[in-house]
């Protein structure tokens, strides 16, 4: 590739340029579908029509409508948020648009209603300093993405219909841009993981790899489910639970009061007023429905039944996942045990669980205080024990290769006022898999020395399951439950270790079952 300031490729839609920077092609802000507004609103993305001349890609795209990150969640995280109506847009890095590369599609977190592509973090030039084409993608979020809307002309999952539209983008035109269609990796975290899971679960074939950052494959809201929090969102507005009553608000006035309903439903994880498929799935207001159509089953049970066995999987967690929801709220302060004992039993922990985690406080991941020892429990129940059920699944059906990861670096970073810190909490491992630690905006969140060992080795391993779709350690089986765990004990020690935590996981015996 020259070293020009600009470089062209054609699309299937026409032409678009992109920026050279440091031997590394950004083409940002391309659309993969039409601006889902006026009759498109609440539809399935609509395909794109061709344009004349060259389309100037130098930009991130509009993201989708989202409410601000607020508290000390919004202070450690950037979410940065473009103004404009196209929002089904996507990027592309790429070190050479004459190569056959390993390509690889991020879909970003956010609980389904925050996020976007444009996130410092995800600078996709350090995978393409390395040889792998990378894709990161918008697509709608809260009532527009996630909603249920009988009436509507998609009436659910919406966000994982643009996912779709996305991939089915990336296998027509990445070959233009470098790409190998033939060796597609999607990855996500979080939100991002789950939708990767939902998507795996369809078994469509647009992939042939997938990274699952702190994933879920237990969530799925039923229909009724779905229809009481759209419900709750359409009660604060004054308006009927409807596409078309819900079309003709304010996008500034929806989202505001698709945030409160958000709040709501995770603050009080109730069940009778939300729906127990909410609450189970993890407290978030908008999900994925099993619909029986976008999304047929609960994507653990068909995984369970071999969905996506022939695609090879690499699945993480972090140690302290649910300390970021913690120790950024007011319950870091919260000295009784007893709204934490509640809450986790609302989320379907075991009898005493909070009780025998207590019993495990070390001076590695300390859980001295009420809020430390709920956080332990609720990071197992929202993403250890999911992602361990998903391995045994797949290991019984003897198809591709699991392989699981911890990491367990913490962050010194200190969001509150009662000197409780971070921790290895969720999303902390994504600077480090995009070996990003030198932005400015991550430090907020890493502290500013963090160890960039770390990053070569976790962002390494992403790069060579791209290529490859194997890891360096051996996958995932029931007897030995081999993880390789980043920073062992937040030491400088990166080894496998089998059954990491046995007891803990043998507390989950019988519970979240992917059938």
Known sequence: MSEQSTVEVETAYGSVSGKLEGGIAR??????????????????????????????????????????????????????????????????WTPDTEAALPVLVWIHGGGFTTGSSAVPAYDGATFARDGVVCVSVNYRLGVDGFGYLPDAPAPANRGLLDQIAALTWVRENIAAFGGDPGNITLCGESAGAMSVLALLSRDDGLFHKAIVQSGNAHIGQTPGDAALVIGAVAERLGVEPTAAALAGVDIDDLTEAQNEVSKEVSQSADAVAYGASTIASCGLAFLPVVDGDVLPRLPAAAIADGAGGQVPLLMGTTTEEFRLFIVTSALVSVLLPGPFKTRVKAYGAPAGAYDEYAKNDTAAYPRNKPSGIAAAVLTDRMFRIPTCRVAEARGENDGAPTYLYEFGWRSPVVPNNVQVKLGACHSLDLPFAWDTLSLPANQKFTGTEPPQSLADALHSTWVDFARTGQASWKEYDAQERPVMTFRYNNTASD????DPRRTERELWDGLLDTV
């Open 27 to 92: 083409f940002l802000g391309m659309p993969y579908g039409r601006a889902p507004i006026g009759e498109l609103r609440f539809a399935a993305p609509a395909p794109l029509q061709p344009w004349q001349g060259v389309r100037t890609a130098h930009a991130f795209g509009p993201t989708p409508p989202k409410p601000p990150l607020g508290g000390k969640l919004g202070e450690i995280m950037a979410d940065p948020a473009i103004a404009g109506d196209e929002w089904l847009n996507l990027n592309v």
């Open 495 to 498: 080894q496998v270790v089998n």
